[in-house]
């Protein structure tokens, strides 16, 4: 294929394709001590580098879908990428926020095509982490953990700057995909769950993990388009297919209808507002879903190269992306019913 088809042709195969489950075989990575690795440098978010997006540093390529940034956007939106370091000969456990490739990755992929579906709900702060290799999630003991622990300090540590330097005490959505999903599950519970904060919170859109509907203490999962102050959460799957593998950390999980925002549990072509693809078109219209435990089923979504798409059965690269302009709609629904709500 490589030798027939230009680098052109398949890199939009290449960008749908980017992201897979982190539940991969122990053996297929390079796994060395945690404690035998060079540990990035600790970043300083009160320097702008170590962001990847402020209200102040937009990428032109999240303006093509978002508006620069303005005054009319009265909420916050804080965003925690995917995992995007990959490399199965890749012996680093975390990459280095300077690192330029995982950057780049940040940027024209995580940014452009998940974080933009939230751009006009709320100004986006998202920060550069020490992210961990998708190794750790199948190796926990053996630096798996510490990996993912290390990448939480950041996330935490970004967000902290972020209260005191830029909030203000302005509305917030949560926002975040598979690995960003770990860390704001515990993001949430730390400065969210029975503290007073939870009060300026719109939503939060824990995407790719399974999140159990007692997760946390005070904040509930949403079931109604307009709720705030919840959270809502799904993994995507191709219709029919449930995983013979670790089941059990689907079963039971939320399973947010991220067409209908309610307890549908099935849905029509129709209802369907928009998958954004990685030629940046929009495609409405596109799919049809049913509920199932712990998983959101999905018919082969309708867009050029759908014949790729019918060999896969785990559809979490498109968690997001799948579902965009559904997101923008329901994220902006719910800014305003939140505003509406602290008016009276």
């Known amino acids: 294929m490589r030798n027939n088809v230009s680098k052109k042709a398949l890199k939009p195969i290449g960008i749908l394709l980017l992201l897979v489950l982190f539940l991969g075989c122990r053996s297929t990575y390079v796994v060395n001590s945690f404690s035998e690795t060079r540990i990035p440098l600790k970043p300083d978010y009160n320097q702008e580098k170590n962001w990847a997006v402020l209200p102040s540093k937009y990428h032109s390529e999240l303006e093509k879908f978002a508006p620069s940034v303005n005054d009319d956007l009265k909420a916050d939106v804080f965003y925690v990428y995917p995992t995007l370091i990959t490399g199965k000969k890749d012996k680093r456990w975390n990459v280095a926020v300077s690192d330029q490739a995982q950057n780049e990755n940040v940027l024209n992929r995580a940014v452009k095509y998940q974080a933009s579906a939230w751009a006009t709900s709320g100004k986006l702060y998202v920060p550069f982490y020490r992210q961990a290799h998708l190794k750790s999630y199948s190796n926990l003991e053996n630096g798996g953990k510490d990996a993912l622990l290390l990448a939480y300090e950041d996330v935490r540590a970004a967000f902290k700057v972020y209260l005191k330097k830029y909030n203000k005490g302005r509305p917030i959505i949560i926002a975040s995909h598979s690995q960003g999903t770990t860390h704001t599950e515990r993001l949430l519970e730390e400065f969210f769950d029975e503290k007073p904060l939870q009060k300026q919170l719109i ?53 947010t209808n991220p067409i209908t925002w309610d307890t549908s549990i099935s849905t029509t072509l129709d209802q369907h507002k928009g998958f954004l693809f990685s030629n940046d078109k929009l495609y409405v219209n596109a799919l049809s879903i049913q509920i199932t435990d712990g998983l959101v089923w999905t018919t082969n979504p309708k867009f050029p190269l759908r014949f790729f798409m019918s060999f896969k059965k785990n559809y979490h690269v498109g968690d997001v992306n799948l579902f965009w302009q559904d997101i923008r709609e329901n994220a902006e629904l719910r800014t305003e019913q939140w505003f509406l709500t602290a008016s009276n």
Do not use: H, Q
């Open 203 to 255: 939503a939060a859109y824990l995407i790719g993990i399974g999140v159990s509907p007692d997760r946390f203490k005070t904040i509930k999962p949403m079931i109604s388009p307009g709720d705030t102050g919840g959270f809502i959460s799904w993994n995507t799957f191709k219709k029919g297919n449930y995983p013979k593998k670790n089941k059990d950390w689907y079963s039971g999980s939320v399973t």
